[in-house]
Nanobody
Framework: QVQLVESGGGLVQAGGSLRLSCAAS????????MGWFRQAPGKEREFVAR????????YYGDSVKGRFTISRDYAKNTVYLQMNSLKPEDTAVYYC????????????WGQGTHVTVSS
């Protein structure tokens, strides 16, 4: 069983930065992909970024490319999302998720952390 716990959300002004953390417990090494998603009020869930535990290959959604950086600390079993140049449209609940390769769907989700960007 995999447990994911996000932290680091909060209120920030436009142009500011936040770093989200996702602490993972259970078997999340090697064959797992860790992802960040977000959901704004009244909108569908949106893919933000993902990273392979093994090798660290990353991929980003178009709306955050160049502003957000996903990374992982292997020793701490933690995935981070560094968010820079934040915009009001980045306001959402951010969720950490995990899936085991080659399964396409994310089977494990955290409880979410709120990010609010004021203009």
């Amino acid at each position: 069983q995999v447990q994911l716990v996000e932290s680091g959300g909060g209120l920030v002004q436009a142009g500011g930065s936040l770093r989200l953390s996702c602490a993972a417990s259970g078997r999340t090494r090697d064959n797992y992909v860790m992802g960040w998603f977000r959901q704004a009020p009244g909108k569908e869930r949106e893919f933000v970024a993902r990273i392979m535990w093994s090798g660290g290959t990353t991929y980003y959604g178009d709306s955050v490319k160049g502003r957000f950086t996903i990374s992982r600390d292997y020793a701490k079993n933690t995935v981070y999302l560094q968010m820079n140049s934040l915009k009001p449209e980045d306001t959402a609940v951010y969720y950490c998720a995990a899936r085991k390769v080659p399964i396409a769907s994310y089977d494990y989700w955290g409880q979410g952390t709120h990010v609010t960007v004021s203009s």
